[in-house]
């Protein structure tokens, strides 16, 4: 209560003299902390903040000091209420708040997201460095407040655009599962001429795709397991023992796999070859190399 009375006073000086204004935001600590019954509450001082930083930059603008001091009324009443409301128990504290939340105008309402939050941060901040770049010439808080809102909105536009990048690049065909595509009387040999084929259409994440399958195929072909449709990439790894001599090639072929396929990392040429190359350790022969525009 003291705190508050003594910005009212204050404020009654900065009425007569606007210069004080200056003098006066520059003390004025960013929040009030209220202690209560074991219980703290944060009461901002953003408002009174840009209020007297208007009567300091553009008192022809700002709002009256009455207005202000109406406001810190306001505050103080709700303190006072609050002192009041403590002689109530929890319980009927709790029924009371729960009939009235259950009036009409209350229906819908709801506390800050985590992306009204973000938002709020991102403002204050800007708001800070709008505030060390123009503080010291004159630029008025309207001015600012438009800044922050610009930045703030060029920013969300710049990361829904790149959401929606990122969204495109993995859209893919419901193919994408690693057993989906392929049943087993299809042999490696024809999985490796269709990813020729992709390789030399370009579509050199498609070839990545088919060439995997030709290394699971093979594996099969030797005698190493059985392909399963249910079963998934990372599974066919573990069935290969660490010792195994094919389990190094196996697994690098794997790990192209999975950054093309389902990390959405940009293939080329160069990762097909480096993938033909395990496969031949596997014992893949190819009959010819992928034609592309670089040959």
């Known amino acids: 209560m003291a705190e508050l009375d003594r910005w009212g006073d204050a404020l009654m000086r900065a009425k007569r003299n606007p210069a004080e204004a200056g003098a006066l ?25 840009a209020a007297l930083e208007t009567i300091a930059t553009n008192p022809q603008s700002a709002p009256s000091c009455e207005v202000i001091q109406k406001r810190l009324r306001a505050v103080r009443a709700e303190a006072l209420r609050l002192r ?6 929890p319980t009927a504290a709790r029924s009371k708040l729960d009939r009235i939340l259950k009036h009409k105008e209350f229906r819908g309402v709801r506390g ?6 973000l938002i709020e941060r991102v403002a204050l901040w800007l708001s800070d460095v709008l505030e060390r770049l123009f503080g010291t010439i004159g630029v008025s808080a309207q001015t600012k407040r ?31 599962g690693p057993v989906l595509g392929h049943p087993a009387t299809r042999g490696w040999q024809e999985r490796t001429r269709e990813a020729l084929a992709a390789a ?23 005698g ?36 093309v396929w389902y990390a959405g990392r940009d293939s ?9 190359r395990n496969l031949e350790k596997l014992g893949c022969v190819f009959p010819s190399k992928p034609e592309t525009a670089r040959s």
């Open 200 to 222: 030399g259409r370009g579509n050199f994440r498609d070839a990545i795709r088919l060439a995997y399958w030709a290394g699971v195929y093979r594996l099969e072909e030797i």
């Open 224 to 259: 190493l397991w059985k392909t399963d449709r249910t079963r998934t990439h990372r599974e066919y790894l573990g069935l290969l023992p660490s010792s195994h001599p094919q389990r190094d090639a196996f697994a690098e072929i794997t790990r192209r796999f999975e950054l």
């Open 25 to 49: 935001r520059k003390q004025l600590p960013a929040h009030w902390r209220v202690d209560f019954e074991g219980e703290q509450f944060i009461v901002p001082t953003t408002w009174l903040h």
């Open 146 to 176: 438009r800044l922050v809102w610009v930045f703030v909105a060029l920013s969300g536009l710049m990361l829904a655009v790149w959401m929606i990048r990122r969204l495109l690049r993995r859209q893919t065909p419901l193919k994408l």
């Open 84 to 89: 009041e409301v403590s002689t109530t128990s």
């Open 268 to 276: 080329s040429l160069t990762d097909f070859e480096a993938l033909l």
């Open 112 to 117: 800050p997201t985590w992306w009204d939050t």
